[in-house]
């Protein structure tokens, strides 16, 4: 894949024309040109944070060892990089599912990533261009190949050992992880867990019946001990 790579002062960021755009979903953001690429995620942080403070879009990392990648989106980009900055939110990431992205960054260090804004877009397309650029690089780090499904979501052992020390009834039981927080909740029923994150039990079962995330926050796993 080709760019028209334009050099600014800071050697370490380059901003290039897109040639991942579909204009089918054209955004708001049309002063920036597309990719917008920090070569050393480690050395340009404090330049990542200040330029995608409350901006929406869809980024990449980039394993510049053995060039494997990873797409996300978020909403508000800053916040979502403060996370990968943040080595003990790593970790504790890592405890509960078997994210590929934080464990290369643990791995191979922030210095060997760079970093790329792939599209700045409204919250309300945000998923679409994300299962775009899924589709288009193909990331090997993505578990998920779907944007905002747990499809592929793989809980680690010490977690679902969590979950079966945490049952003391019968039945089925609804376990909510919130992935901001790591935060784990146990419910006895789906309308309670419906109930506590503010949708209705209709909705929560539709996504528990496609495996998608809820509100771009909670995993929902639904079993019976």
Do not use: W
Request: proline share 1%; charged share 25%; hydrophobic share 30%.
């Amino acid at each position: 894949m080709k760019y028209n790579i334009k050099k600014m002062k800071n050697n370490n960021i380059f901003y290039t024309n897109s040639l991942y755009l579909n204009k089918k979903y054209s955004h708001t953001f049309s002063k920036y040109k597309f990719p917008i690429v920090y070569k050393n995620s480690s050395l340009n942080k404090t330049i990542v944070l200040k330029e995608n403070k409350n901006k929406s879009g869809i980024y990449r990392l980039v394993n510049k060892i053995n060039g494997e990648s990873y797409v996300g989106s978020s909403i508000n980009l800053t916040n979502r990089f403060r996370k990968y900055y943040n080595i003990n939110y790593l970790q504790g990431k890592i405890l509960i599912d078997n994210s590929r992205i934080y464990r290369a960054l643990l791995k191979y260090g922030y210095s060997n990533f760079s970093l790329e804004i792939l599209d700045y877009c409204n919250k309300e397309c945000l998923k679409i261009r994300e299962q775009y650029y899924l589709d288009l690089l193909k990331p090997v780090y993505n578990i998920c190949k779907t944007a905002g499904s747990m499809l592929g979501f793989k809980h680690s052992l010490k977690t679902i050992e969590k979950f079966k020390n945490r049952d003391t009834g019968t039945g089925h039981f609804t376990i909510m992880i919130n992935i901001e927080n790591n935060s784990i909740k146990k419910y006895n029923s789906i309308r309670a867990a419906a109930k506590d994150i503010g949708i209705s039990h209709t909705n929560l079962l539709y996504h528990i019946k496609n495996n998608r995330m809820v509100k771009g926050n909670y995993i929902i796993i639904r079993y019976k001990p």
